[in-house]
């Protein structure tokens, strides 16, 4: 194993963070693997899980099994693992921006294609590797301005080559799910059956630019992107890229990391990350993918009390009672129903809510959400 410590910009006198990055293998062996925890930096359980991880890669790197390359990074952010409010955590948001850490990600499709559209040719691998140089060319010239511009560039330095990229992350109270594009699913079916994912959502583009989609969408949208000007050059989708959700924020505890570390390290071996004894067997699936432009987020339209009649984890159909809204004062009971067949397979932590405030949300098989599909 190497430890490389990467300084971000300092945002104060006296004021440093460092990003750890942790290498197993060999640098440039395929496949690439990338693995990040707490990009949200309250989301803890992938955290943890990286913790087991890391002593599995330490043991079989030094075992010499680890035929292809892959980076850990067990705390992804920093700074905001180190922002708190009325002893609060604050990690989704920076303060200084108000901008998500999960958000705002450079268009690398666009950034690469200035650089290749002239350059390829029939090779598909070829293709493959001129469009890796033009993005660790932009990237190399980036420079950053602030702390949080560095933290992005930092974790794109490690990952933009990678074929697999994992971002651990977890909801308030929620399921084992994934969120993925439409085109990593295939490579990322047997993962979502080893973590027995009770939800997974898919999107050809869910918006706002997010970690995983800057790496996976700068694949198929410059291929859509040439395909468009008529240059038909074979581009294939070279990195698979997942958001996975580790249930929720409570779920922070040995048992369920153990168990899912597993399901981590079966899935390296059947990638070919990591030498396998004997082929990794996939489970049957829990569940189906359905579109994330089919997830309902339900809003509360009244301020109250926020009682919940549905467990996480609940196929609920239309009209089902999802939970209460409760005005003590006016003594009135709001229901809030849901407005799709699915699983019920995430809800908020919090027990007031103000109104416009988001209660749960569910996996529905039917599209009907347009534009941005992710929330704040």
Request: hydrophobic letters at 45%.
């Amino acid at each position: 194993m190497q430890r490389t410590d990467h300084p971000l910009i300092s945002p104060s006198l006296g004021v440093h963070k460092t990003v750890t990055s942790l290498h197993f293998g060999t640098p440039g062996a395929r496949p690439k693997v990338y693995i990040q925890a707490s990009l949200h930096a309250e989301e803890l359980p992938g955290m943890l899980v990286a913790h087991h991880l890391r002593k599995l890669l330490v043991d079989a790197d030094q075992k010499g099994e680890v035929t292809g390359e892959v980076i850990l990074v067990p705390v992804a952010n920093p700074i905001g693992l180190a922002q708190r409010l009325d002893h609060k955590p604050m990690g989704r948001f920076e303060l200084d921006t108000s901008e998500n850490f999960n958000r705002h990600y450079p268009d690398l499709a666009k950034e690469a294609e200035a650089l290749v559209a002239g350059a390829l040719g029939p090779d598909a691998q070829a293709n493959v590797a001129l469009v890796r140089a033009a993005m660790r060319s932009y990237l190399d010239q980036w420079k950053p301005t602030t702390e949080l511009q560095s933290l992005r560039k930092t974790l794109l330095m490690l990952a933009f080559d990678a074929d697999l990229v994992l971002d651990l992350h977890c909801d308030c109270e929620a399921v084992m799910h994934m969120y993925a594009e439409e085109a990593c699913w295939p490579p990322l079916e047997p993962l979502a059956n080893l973590l027995q994912c009770e939800a997974v959502l898919l999107a050809k583009n869910s918006g706002g630019g997010p970690f995983d989609e800057c790496l996976s969408g700068a694949w198929w949208q410059l291929k859509q992107s040439l395909e468009a000007k008529g240059i038909t050059a074979p581009i294939p989708q070279a990195c698979s890229t997942t958001t996975i959700e580790f249930r929720g924020e409570a779920d922070v505890g040995h048992a369920l990391a153990s168990q899912d570390t597993q399901a981590l390290w079966a899935f390296l071996q059947h990638t070919g990350s990591v030498r396998s004894a004997s082929p990794v067997q996939i489970p049957a699936a829990r569940c189906q993918a359905t579109p994330l432009a089919g997830s309902e987020t339900l809003i509360a339209p009244v301020p109250g009390l926020l009682v919940f009649t549905a467990a996480v984890g609940q196929q609920v159909q239309v009209g089902d009672l999802i939970a209460e809204i409760i005005d003590p004062t006016n003594d009135t009971t709001h229901a809030v129903v849901a407005g799709v067949a699915g699983i019920f397979y995430a809800r908020v932590l919090a027990r007031y809510l103000t109104t416009g405030g988001e209660v749960g949300k569910i996996a529905g098989a039917i599209p009907f959400r347009t534009g941005e599909l992710l929330g704040a």
